[in-house]
């Protein structure tokens, strides 16, 4: 799944309990971030957001927000919202179900602990993408009956692919949003020189032509 820019229809078709876009007549689109809070990247990101009053949300890796929790907690600050991306940035297909459930679960417990504005939300709450969109069908049946709603996307800007230009990277975003679009970036190291590139721009294109950036409720 992860090797597609653009989700295509048959496989939102085949995995119908996960969230693939939501279709709205407001021209939303989702801005998602995955794998911080990382230090000056998130921080960055969230300069930009506000540049453009532009709501996200941030899929955040447990063992992250447990060292900074001070930009987690800034994530919140801003009014953006924030999900559940295991602690340890487990890869589903290559982990025990009941480990992947439990490193879940962990991950949830710290972001009520470090994260006011959300410790009195139950389970119910939790927004969950699985690192690398892997995910065991039994995993996801577990998670979904704990309350978790799993997202995944509807445009993979590849970011993180070393392998591929800045301008390729933006181009693999601008040529697919469409309302509703659920768009993934991460706040990452890793991703870093495609982000600083990409993001300012798309966010300027977004707001020429009309789209709303909201958060995931």
Not at 71 to 95: C, M, P, R, S
Not at 174 to 197: C, M, P, T, W
């Amino acid at each position: 799944m992860s090797f597609w820019v653009k989700t295509n229809y048959v496989i939102k078709r085949i995995f119908p309990n996960y969230v693939w876009d939501i279709p709205n007549r407001e021209n939303k689109i989702y801005l998602t971030f995955d794998d911080g809070p990382t230090p000056e990247i998130t921080e960055w990101t969230l300069e930009q957001l506000k540049k453009h009053d532009a709501k996200a949300t941030f899929f955040c890796i447990g063992n992250n927000i447990e060292k900074h929790p001070d930009i987690f907690q800034k994530i919140i600050d801003d009014n953006h919202a924030v999900g559940n991306h295991t602690f340890n940035h487990l890869k589903g297909w290559e982990t025990d179900t009941n480990e992947y459930v439990e490193n879940t679960r962990r991950c949830s417990l710290l972001m009520r602990e470090k994260g006011k504005g959300i410790s009195d939300k139950g389970a119910a709450f939790e927004l969950f993408r699985p690192p690398y969109g892997k995910i065991k069908t039994s995993q996801s049946r577990t998670l979904r009956r704990l309350g978790y709603k799993i997202i995944m996307w509807d445009v993979l800007s590849r970011d993180f692919d070393k392998t591929i230009t800045p301008e390729k990277c933006l181009d693999n975003v601008l040529q697919h949003i469409e309302s509703g679009s659920i768009i993934v970036f991460h706040d990452s190291v890793k991703a870093a020189q495609n982000l600083k590139y990409v993001l300012p721009k798309t966010l300027t294109f977004l707001k020429e032509k009309g789209f709303v950036c909201a958060k995931i409720d």
